[in-house]
């Protein structure tokens, strides 16, 4: 199993809604991320994981909260978000967070949209 | 710190046309070059990479080298598809320990059209 399993594929919320995007792998690695993508930019950054332990966070708003409940998932949990946040969330993992050269694998993406 | 440099978009090409994007980087030391395609609503697949000097990576038809002189990983195929129309990301990981992380370029759209 080579994959990145994200879901849902779209999501739409309110602004007072909470929802959770779920990510999902099989291939043993233990470095997990959080990205977010906005329409014809590159990939941004939010969480590193690594060995179920939150290492990076790239100072993202607390609207915006993480968990890695074992060494096969990563969840971000939404709350309270803004119209600014709709963007397409994207999960990532490699072996380890010390060793690129293999590259991250990405998962499909998560489309959200704010209302 | 680390940055990559990509040609503006949009690339628009012709069926069976040949194809190049550039890609330069900045980096410290010998990192991991990477290029990465995304199709239309999708997330980013790994399509090739070179780990150092001289390699070329290849995959399905679109090659790339690693020149450490010119700094430069660009993107290459002979004939492209009108299933190739997708934004393609050169990337970087340095090799320098600790935590690795990934620097992408702007990415550059390529529409193929038949």
């Known amino acids: 199993d080579t994959e990145v399993t994200q879901t849902p594929k779209h999501l739409v919320m309110g602004m007072t809604n909470k929802k959770s995007l779920k990510c999902e792998q099989h291939?043993?690695?233990?470095?997990m991320y959080w990205y977010k993508q906005k329409a014809k930019k590159p990939p941004e950054l939010m969480f590193v994981?690594?060995?179920?332990?939150?290492?990076i966070n790239e100072s993202v708003p607390s609207r915006f909260s993480p968990e890695c409940p074992n060494s096969s998932l990563l969840n971000l949990h939404l709350h309270a978000l803004q119209p600014e946040d709709s963007a397409l969330y994207l999960c990532?993992?490699?072996?380890?967070?010390?060793?690129?050269?293999?590259?991250?694998?990405f998962g499909s993406g998560t489309r959200l949209t704010v209302v | 710190g680390n940055s990559v440099t990509q040609m503006e978009g949009p690339v628009t090409l012709s069926e069976e046309a040949f194809l190049t994007i550039n890609c330069t980087y900045t980096?410290?030391?010998?990192?991991?070059l990477f290029w990465y395609v995304q199709y239309p609503g999708e997330g980013l697949q790994l399509l090739l990479k070179?780990?150092?000097?001289?390699d070329k990576g290849s995959n399905k038809g679109f090659e790339a080298t690693y020149r450490k002189e010119t700094t430069s990983f660009h993107l290459e195929k002979g004939s492209v598809q009108v299933s190739d129309s997708a934004v393609y990301f050169c990337?970087?990981?340095?090799?320098?320990?600790?935590?690795?992380?990934?620097?992408f370029g702007t990415g550059t759209k390529l529409q193929v059209i038949p």
């Open positions: 990532a993992s490699s072996p380890t967070t010390e060793r690129g050269e293999r590259g991250y694998t």
């Open positions: 291939m043993g690695h233990r470095a």
């Open positions: 994981y690594s060995y179920e332990k939150l290492s």
């Open positions: 980096a410290t030391g010998y990192p991991s």
């Open positions: 070179a780990t150092k000097a001289d």
């Open positions: 990337a970087l990981i340095p090799n320098s320990g600790g935590y690795q992380k990934v620097t």
